[in-house]
């Protein structure tokens, strides 16, 4: 069936369908859905249809997102269609897109429409807008989750298979938990956010909602790069996936520091998750979760509300009745923060910053609860300020912390409630969460969405290089989860294989602080097939990597047990004269596994 982003596209580049027949295709399911409060607005039909039947004029194999429609947050400017920010009296009519909007046509991507979303997207509950309530259609008495409401839902429901929130305290991913779908909230900066209304303009991000990893890993690959046209975005790139490293180190919280409120299903469902972790080969490493809970509470107890009281003071002062009572109760507060206030919540988020920092000193990502329960419509109505807090609790800390996350689905509870797990990173790890999400999530073998579609293979990865990168094979502490494998990362490498080297090398144990072993070739066959991994490095990145590295290492030529040669580390033989030859562990993994023990 083609759902999936990957399917629809290779469907297209097949010829076995059309693109302008998947555009006609949405729109039916769209008027059969009959749910008027998940878009605010759509495109003609007609039109739409043309833009996909333009689509034959160029060159498919430069289109990733051949024929895809897309639905957007109606926060998020889309050239021809109002953006209301679920406000009728904010509304105006854009002439351009956002940069995001316009990299996705520019990639074959068909807008459909502009989506229901929580007031000027405060909220993570998805019924603060004057347009109504869009139906979760995994029970329909849950709350679908906001503030990206409607996008949320119209890729759970198949209207679409891709779609674009925003993302500031946890929007693209607490509506992707109760939708059951994949929720993709990239590094701040890394999506450029010109063209989108703001909420909280210095944490703000453009965010993906789609069935799988991989097909929300293709959008955020043609969104990705420098605007220079807006301030707030950065100089990254998003690098390809790469395999499932060994050794991956995941954080949990301390014990007795996870809060669910009394849900014991969710408590349940997050530890079966961390089973599924073990299961994958992550081991699980505890940290302090405490830091990320005060960062939590700076967001709405501090300076940060101002940011959103900037966007609406002007209407909160000429029309307040034309903003949602809840929304207006939560942003008229901004505009009482003093600068001294400011200044010391700035002061003590710093603070926290270099804590976290420290926390993924030997972690390679935090594996938490998507939201702690999940609440119904009809509890939230009744307490809309408390019960959208609780909701944010594992997510309001995450874009003050400058990292990026990944929302995936993990079960669906027996009470028909699903349930979600996020993955947290520092910045610029957003192809590292997706390389071990994807695995994670095709072994749930959960159906897709709330059409029960059927979990697809994982792809074959492109594990080609790219532009000026360099291989580098790493055989001891650089390894995915040991000492130094931070510093890689750190440069932006990223992995392309664990393999081996041919059997013509010896591997010895070096005094070394921190410990690391020394790879010595020998003559052709008489030595051993030594476990390594091969990273892509950026070229100013290689030469910035080669100049640090002390003696007695350096970097020769590796032969692999392919035949291929790559860069790599080597010792000279008068370095390992009185070192403990370790070639029988067959690498330096299993090495520090046996004497660990």
Not at 44 to 58: M, N, P
Not at 210 to 234: E, I, Y
Not at 369 to 397: D, K, M
């Amino acid at each position: 069936m083609t759902e999936t982003v990957a399917a629809i596209v290779a469907a297209h580049r097949a010829g076995q369908q059309s693109p302008a027949q998947t555009i006609a295709r949405s729109f039916k399911r769209i008027r059969e859905h009959n749910d008027p409060a998940i878009f605010i607005s759509l495109r003609e039909e007609e039109d739409a249809i043309a833009e996909a039947d333009a689509l034959s004029a160029k060159d498919a194999r430069e289109l990733p997102l051949l024929g895809v429609p897309v639905a957007v947050k109606d926060n998020i400017d889309v050239a021809g269609l109002a953006t209301t920010a679920a406000c009728p009296a904010y509304s105006y009519l854009p002439t351009r897109d956002a940069t995001a909007v316009a990299r996705l046509r520019q990639a074959g991507a068909i807008i459909i429409g502009k989506t229901n979303l929580d007031q000027f997207a405060t909220g993570l509950v998805g019924v603060r807008s004057p347009y109504g309530i869009p139906v979760n259609p995994m029970r329909a008495d849950l709350v679908p989750g906001g503030s990206s409401s409607g996008s949320a839902v119209a890729v759970s429901t198949g209207l679409v298979p891709l779609s674009l929130g925003t993302d500031t305290a946890g929007s693209g991913r607490v509506p992707a938990m109760l939708n059951n779908i994949v929720g993709l909230k990239p590094s701040l900066g890394l999506v450029p956010t010109a063209g989108v209304v703001p909420a909280c303009r210095t944490l703000d991000c453009v965010s993906v909602f789609s069935l799988t990893v991989d097909d929300a890993a293709a959008a955020l690959s043609v969104m990705a790069g420098l605007d220079r046209s807006d301030p707030f975005s950065r100089d990254r790139t998003f690098s390809k996936l790469g395999p499932f490293p060994q050794g991956l180190r995941l954080g949990v919280p301390r014990d007795g520091q996870l809060i669910f409120f009394g849900d014991k299903a969710q408590e349940a469902a997050y530890a079966a998750a961390l089973e599924r972790w073990r299961g994958l080969g992550a081991t699980l490493v505890s940290f302090d979760l405490e830091p990320f809970y005060e960062t939590a509470r700076l967001l709405y107890e501090g300076p940060w509300v101002t940011e959103r009281y900037l966007v609406i003071r002007n209407l909160l002062a000429s029309s307040p009745d034309a903003i949602h009572p809840v929304t207006r109760e939560i942003t008229v507060a901004g505009g009482r923060i003093s600068a001294a206030d400011s200044f010391a919540a700035l002061y003590r988020l710093q603070t926290l910053r270099r804590i976290a920092e420290h926390a993924f000193t030997d972690i390679d990502a935090l594996v938490l609860p998507t939201a702690p329960t999940a609440y119904s419509t009809a509890q939230v109505l009744a307490n809309p300020i408390e019960l959208n807090s609780r909701l944010g609790t594992y997510t309001n800390f995450v874009n003050l912390l400058d990292l990026c996350g990944l929302a995936l689905p993990s079960t669906i509870r027996p009470d028909e409630i699903p349930f979600g797990i996020t993955l947290l990173a520092p910045a610029g790890q957003d192809a590292m969460l997706a390389s071990i999400g994807r695995v994670f999530h095709a072994q749930t073998k959960l159906p897709l969405g709330a059409k029960r579609v059927a979990m697809p293979q994982l792809a074959d990865l492109d594990l080609s290089l790219t532009g000026d990168e360099i291989p580098i094979a790493v055989v001891g502490a650089h390894l995915s989860g040991m000492a130094l494998n931070g510093e890689l990362k750190a440069l932006g490498a990223r992995l392309i294989a664990a393999t081996s080297t041919a059997p013509d090398y010896r591997l010895y144990a070096l005094s070394t602080t921190p410990p690391k072993p020394g790879m010595l070739r020998v003559e052709a066959g008489s030595g051993t097939s030594i476990a390594l991994e091969v990273w892509a490095l950026p070229a100013a990145a290689f030469g910035k990597f080669v100049a640090a590295i002390p003696a007695p290492l350096s970097i020769g030529t590796v032969r692999l047990k392919d035949g291929r040669g790559v860069k790599g580390f080597i010792v000279e033989a008068a370095d390992v004269s009185r070192a403990e030859d370790i070639s029988a562990f067959g690498g330096w993994r299993a090495y520090v596994a046996q004497s660990a023990k």
